[in-house]
T-cell receptor, first 110, second 119 residues
Framework: EDQVTQSPEALRLQEGESSSLNCSYT??????LFWYRQDPGKGPEFLFT???AGEEKEKERLKATLTKKESFLHITAPKPEDSATYLC???????????FGTGTRLKVLA | GAVVSQHPSWVICKSGTSVKIECRSL??????MFWYRQFPKQSLMLMAT?????????EQGVEKDKFLINHASLTLSTLTVTSAHPEDSSFYIC???????????????FGPGTRLTVT
């Protein structure tokens, strides 16, 4: 059965304190893995798509990496405005449907 | 680019009434849109896949007679919650994939969500 697990469930960081969020997945025939940011009361905002193991994508303080079993979202020198819930989703070959993880709630303290 | 809108952003209705939520892709076409439901502090749960010009595909456990989906054009899908009850109160979010200009990418773009409260 396809499954996506994110850890930690919640994370508190001091401003400037770098860390990583994990997304472990089990899916037969991965088409893509997607990272989103969601602010309270809003829809998810697209961050990255990763298609194959070894691939990396960067955007400002965020860097996403992918292996055959998991993906990491690295946050370098975070700022309070990076506080949000970060969601990971996988898509199996042959379908456009997402399987979402439960998310990591990130709080960055000034 | 790839902007998805939803209307209304929030709605309060009385138990037993029906509510319609619209999802529009503003700058791209989408033959497929998705409807999700999200409870507080939980992740998104896929309810159904909306297909332009054909019937929606519902996920297991989702009542198709309660959540009516119509995908009338390449830019509009609607979700109607029929005979709403307090347990239908939730955050409803739609998404779509840009099938026009981004053929080689598979990401979905999400609307801002609709908060439904049934009293």
């Amino acid at each position: 059965e396809d499954q996506v697990t994110q850890s930690p469930e919640a994370l508190r960081l001091q401003e400037g304190e770098s860390s990583s969020l994990n997304c472990s997945y089990t899916v037969s025939g991965l088409r893509g893995l997607f990272w989103y940011r969601q602010d309270p009361g809003k829809g998810p905002e697209f961050l990255f798509t990763l298609y194959s193991a070894g691939e990396e994508k960067e955007k400002e303080r965020l860097k996403a990496t992918l292996t055959k079993k998991e993906s990491f979202l690295h946050i370098t020198a975070p700022k309070p405005e990076d506080s949000a819930t970060y969601l990971c989703a996988v898509q199996r070959s042959g379908t456009y449907k997402y399987i979402f993880g439960t998310g990591t709630r990130l709080k960055v303290l000034a | 680019g790839a902007v998805v809108s939803q209307h209304p952003s929030w709605v309060i209705c009385k138990s037993g009434t029906s509510v319609k939520i619209e999802c529009r892709s503003l700058d791209f076409q989408a033959t497929t849109m998705f409807w999700y439901r999200q409870f507080p502090k939980q992740s998104l749960m896929l309810m159904a896949t909306s297909n332009e010009g054909s019937k929606a595909t519902y996920e297991q456990g989702v009542e198709k007679d309660k959540f009516l989906i119509n995908h009338a054009s390449l830019t509009l899908s609607t979700l109607t919650v029929t005979s709403a009850h307090p347990e239908d109160s939730s955050f409803y979010i739609c998404s779509a994939r840009d099938e026009g200009t981004r053929l080689d990418s598979y990401e979905q773009y999400f609307g801002p969500g609709t908060r439904l409260t049934v009293t």
